[in-house]
Each structure stands twice: as structure tokens, then as C-alpha cells.
């Protein structure tokens, strides 16, 4: 399994940037995709996903200024990041959790995208 995350860089605050993520590489049922943020000297932690039923979870800090959409034809995700600010700064890695046959679960990483904000 891939995955391809692009669309990170440096912006402005108050500015925006969209991020993309493509899976590739299995047939089997995904289960949920999400985006991930690392900030240096902090632990990964979830910025939004979408989990079984489609629903859409947030981290506390992004609420009302990204928005998660898919593509499931495409087996992929974005995020528009609108009035991002200093604190958004990190490595973005998206993620696909995927459910097999046997009932067995993997999640899978991508590479991560930095997004720098500037103040």
C-alpha cells in the first residue's frame, strides 16, 4: 500500500493551502482515512479523518477551518486549510486504516507533507 501526500508549503498567516492523498496498491476495504500533524517536539496527533460511516471527526484546534472531503473513486483525501496560523506548522502524514478478509486491521502512513506558517 502507498500513499502519495502532496500540496504542503509555506504560507502566510491567515492564508490557506489544500492537501491531497491518494492510496494505492490494495483491493482491500478501507475503513477510515485521515490527516496527522507533527509538530516539532510534539507527538503526532489527529488534525481530521473519516471514520466507519463516513463520519467526519476534527482535532479541537482545526474546527471551523479545515475541512476534510474524499474521493472515493480515487481512493483519496484532501484538506482545504483555510486561516491557518503559526500553530499549524508540522509535518502532515495522511493515513488509510484498512480491514481484511480474516478481520484483521493495518493502518498505513505516507511520507508527510510540511506545511509552514509564517506570522
Known amino acids: 500500500v502507498q500513499l502519495q501526500a502532496s500540496g504542503g508549503g509555506l504560507v502566510q498567516a491567515g492564508g490557506s493551502l489544500r492537501l491531497s492523498c491518494e492510496v494505492s496498491g490494495s483491493s482491500f476495504t478501507i475503513t477510515g482515512m485521515g490527516w496527522y500533524r507533527q509538530a516539532p517536539g510534539n507527538q503526532r496527533g489527529l488534525v481530521a479523518s473519516f471514520v466507519s460511516g463516513g463520519v467526519r471527526k476534527y482535532g479541537d484546534s482545526v474546527k471551523g477551518r479545515f475541512t476534510i472531503s474524499r474521493d472515493n473513486a480515487k481512493n483519496a483525501i484532501y484538506l482545504q486549510m483555510r486561516n491557518l496560523n503559526p500553530e499549524d506548522t508540522g509535518l502532515y502524514y495522511c493515513?488509510?486504516?484498512?480491514?481484511?478478509?480474516?478481520?484483521?486491521?493495518?493502518?498505513?502512513w505516507g511520507q508527510g507533507t510540511l506545511v509552514t506558517v509564517s506570522s
Open positions: 493515513r488509510a486504516d484498512y480491514i481484511y478478509p480474516d478481520r484483521s486491521t493495518m493502518n498505513y
